[in-house]
């Protein structure tokens, strides 16, 4: 197995794992409900798509 002749810098370093980072989910909301939802996902709030009604939940008795 080949091994480096000189070590890396911690600046080199840095430049190569600059594009490793995560970039964080993009949340947008419900037009319905407004409830904050993942964008082209099923709303889990009122389980709408697209203005349209997929899953009918049901309601939370008290």
Not at 13 to 40: F, M, N
Not at 45 to 62: A, N, P
Request: one cysteine or more; hydrophobic letters at 20%; proline letters at 6%.
């Amino acid at each position: 197995m080949a091994l480096p002749k000189r070590r890396h810098s911690h600046s080199r370093t840095r430049k190569r794992r600059s594009h490793d980072s995560l970039t964080p989910a993009s949340v947008s909301s419900c037009p319905k409900c407004g409830e904050p939802k993942l964008s082209h996902r099923l709303c889990g709030g009122c389980g709408t798509y697209k203005d349209r009604t997929v899953i009918k939940l049901e309601e939370e008795m008290e």
